[in-house]
């Protein structure tokens, strides 16, 4: 049985979402009666769309059997995406021998957070989930596939991609991992370089060193951040094989789940035996199933933005305050870098996320009458591949722990309630990752000191003038100033302040990386300063509190909301590294709290 406070927010979701989703499920029905348009093009659109795929040409031209299309996100700069590079092979071969076709539909762009941090393309990045989900929209818009597979890992392919599949929600849709790269140096050890660097303790090269020994081969960083909780997302909503995310790249199991993840799009096709758009397996308890993870792991705070988006483009609506209300009744179960010390592949060891969906489903936390990929029930998700002599098969997997300092059940988790808090006052909506903060970090009352950029606040820090405590403020960070970057590259500075004993908290209208933790940040503030929020009101020494136990974000100076919003200077913000070309996104993209999406707040 459902427990009854997932229940209700779940049936609330239901009746707010009740006009879209209609609307987008009535959409979906027209589009799945006419059917794939391949038959229907003329004889030269169908040659132009067949005359270079060799072998398989004349199949695709007879139009009697399933073909795929492949959208990739496979480039050579990103490590996670580097392994895809074999996929369409391997997905072609295995599509042939069941008798089916597939093509490479296009290619979407993949940015790496990572390397952008701190650097003015970093003012793309969130964008970039929208241009990936548009250029899919292109890829599948030649209309002659019966199905997709769709290839990404990292922080905004995956929800891009989410948003163009449901899209074209009359497609079966299968997404499929690359897995994570083999454990490096402790993503502790390299943290604490990260700040020794930042306090002069150590030359660039040692923290070159370190980097390089922590990021050091293919398959996605193995801290839990944006990429990683993607991939718990693709499980827990059933577009995932089971237990495919935390399987390494270039090894036999995973090259075996990739080839049965294509036989399985083909047998959900309208021309296969288990017809199952996409539309049906990502309703409104889906999603729910999805936050309840995002919660019971500690995921990334980006997913309060990218689920939001995701599910609009699906018909349904999805407000902060659902998340709050799972996040109370939903317990911590693992703790996984930034929240720990272990990493994704020791998690994957512990028992991983079959494990992890078997405890919730046990709790009654989840919704466990699914539609998936795999067939019905979310059952089938506490299984675990298993590659054997009879080839790839799945195995009932761990009823316990194999590691309780990383993984716990629901009846005695690391803490009650959830990783994620949302924080309401005379200061905005905000939210806040409080799985990685300790318990004494997370109310901070003091004085304000306000920034409009987080090369200001390293000025500061290397002058010395970040004293005391403080609720350090970097505004006009939104999406519609400047593209809503990361602050990540505070933390190490943030950290020092906090290690010193100073009493410290960030608030910005701008968005923390899924890895930050440690230092309590109220982020995605809305309203944002260029909308005229009261984070543009505040000025230096107004006292600000931030309280995650209550959920509070208040001004408590009172003359502080009297006060004329700031205006900035935001015009060098508007050109360099590309951000010229994304003048139209930054005037027409919605709030934080509805998605930061140009498709419509």
Known sequence: MVQSVIKRVTDRIAERSSAPRSAYLDRMDVARANGPARAHLSCSGQAHAYAGAGEDQQKLASGSAGNLGIVTSYNDMLSA???????????????????????????????????????????????????????????????????????????????GLVIAAQTFGHLPAVFIPAGPMTSGMPNDEKAKV????????????????????????????????????????????????????????????????????????????????????????????????????????????????????????????????????????????????????ADVNHFHAAGGLGYTIHTLLEAGLLHPDTQTVAGQGLERYTQEPKLTDAGLTWQVGPGHSLNEKILRPASDPFQQTGGLSRLTGSLGTAVMKVSAVAPEHRVVEAPARVFHDQEEVKSAFKAGELTGDMVVVVRFQGPKANGMPELHSLTPILSILQGRGQKVALVTDGRMSGASGKVPSAIHVVPEALDGGPIAQLRDGDIVRVDAVAGVLDILTESALNRAPVLADLSGNQFGTGRELFSAFRAAVGSADTGASIFGG
Not at 95 to 102: E, L, N, P, Q, V
Not at 114 to 138: C, H, K, N
Not at 244 to 267: G, I, K
Not at 284 to 294: C, H, K, P, Q, S
């Open 81 to 159: 995406h580097q392994p895809f590079e074999r996929y369409p092979d391997l997905i072609r071969r295995t599509a042939r021998a069941a008798g089916g076709t597939a093509q490479v539909a296009g290619g979407v762009p993949a940015m790496c957070d990572g390397v952008t941090q701190g650097a003015p393309g970093m003012e793309l990045s969130l964008f970039s989930r929208d241009v990936i989900a548009l250029a899919a929209g292109v890829a599948l818009s030649h209309n002659t596939f019966d199905a997709a597979v769709f290839l990404g890992v990292c922080d905004k392919i995956v929800p």
């Open 194 to 341: 990260r700040q020794q660097f930042a306090a002069g303790e150590c030359d660039r090269a040692e923290l070159m060193a370190a980097e390089m020994a922590a990021y050091h081969g293919p398959g996605t960083c193995t801290f839990y951040g944006t990429a990683n909780t993607n991939q718990m997302l693709m499980e827990f909503m059933g577009l995932h094989l089971p237990g495919a995310s935390f399987v390494p790249p270039n090894t036999s199991l995973r090259d075996a789940l990739t080839e049965e993840a294509a036989r399985r799009a083909l047998a959900l096709s309208a021309l296969g035996d288990s017809y199952t758009p996409v539309a049906q397996i990502l309703d409104e308890r889906a999603y729910v199933n999805g936050i309840v993870g995002l919660m019971a792991t500690g995921g990334s705070t980006n997913l309060l933005i990218h689920l939001v988006a995701m599910a609009r483009a699906g018909g349904i609506l999805l407000d902060w305050a659902d998340f709050a209300e799972i996040s109370s009744v939903v317990p911590l179960v693992a703790r996984v870098y930034p929240n720990g010390l």
